[in-house]
């Protein structure tokens, strides 16, 4: 075994990788479940976690990620968790931030709001866009442009998605659970920020990824301009739809020989 492949094997396998991570993420979990700010709005902020939790578990045999994409979502999923104890627009950054240096963040660079709520929207384009583009390279065989681009796609249509969800959730819950929930901090165009920093997010993503891939993939102008090229040419709608019922009916007329 050469010095490289050494190298290679001294990490640990994927499934020993992400059972560690798992492990730590229920530590710090368990820790911020211990008395949070609001404990209906805690549970309300979990019951996502816990369907991707699960999704997680379920696709580990058959689609196990990358260490890369295990960590992004750890670190994305431990944010979460502060936030979820102490409300998003709640978290003591800045009190934590002054003790440590004796003066707040917010002073530092302008905030007049607490932040938290941002930062971890940003975030959720910045560290999960990686972890999609995977999925969507390992399932979907996306390649050259679509391969960045689709990632992009499903994190804005997602945070937006969230947005509704956030909003459906206030309206039904209502009262002081529903504004803890939905954070605004009495921001109009939060909703609207907090999708645009979940794009940005991503867009920054992607753009390091492509760099990366730039300098090591020695055909990434190829492959590029092999996904943007017409697959097939003749048109679909209307004209598939009739092909579909041509192809039907001779299927009708002349069965497969052998069945009955």
């Not at 039904?172 to 529903?178: N, Q, V």
């Not at 504004?179 to 609207?192: I, K, N, P, R, S």
């Not at 891939?213 to 090229?229: A, C, H, P, V």
């Amino acid at each position: 075994m050469n010095e490289q492949n050494k190298r290679f094997h001294r990490f640990l396998p994927h499934h020993r990788y992400a059972l560690r991570l798992a492990a730590v993420f229920l530590v710090i979990w368990s820790l911020l479940a211990i008395s949070p700010s609001h404990r209906d709005d805690w549970a309300l902020e979990n019951l996502l976690v816990l369907v991707f939790g699960i999704v997680l578990v379920l696709t580990a045999k058959t689609l196990p990620l990358s260490r890369i994409s295990y960590t992004l979502i750890f670190v994305f999923l431990c944010l979460h968790e502060i936030g979820a104890h102490y409300t998003y627009a709640e978290v003591p950054y800045d009190r934590w931030f002054e003790s440590l240096f004796g003066v707040t963040f917010n002073s530092l660079v302008g905030w007049q709001r607490n932040n938290f709520d941002r930062v971890i929207h940003v975030s959720y384009g910045l560290l999960l866009a990686y972890p999609i583009r995977e999925v969507f390279q390992r399932i979907a065989n996306a390649s050259g442009f679509w391969a960045y681009f689709l990632p992009l796609d499903l994190t804005m249509s997602t945070s937006m998605l969230f947005e509704l969800f956030e909003w459906v959730a206030a309206s039904l819950f209502g009262g002081d659970l529903g504004v803890a929930y939905l954070g605004t901090q009495g921001d109009v165009w939060d909703a609207h920020k907090d999708m645009a920093l979940a794009s940005l997010g991503a867009v920054i993503a992607m753009s390091v990824t492509a760099g990366i891939n730039i300098y090591l993939q020695s055909d990434f102008g190829r492959e590029w301009t092999e996904s943007l090229k017409v697959k097939f040419r003749r048109p679909l709608g209307e004209d598939e739809i009739k092909r579909m019922i041509r192809k039907r009916k001779a299927e009708d007329k002349n069965p497969a020989d052998g069945q009955s």
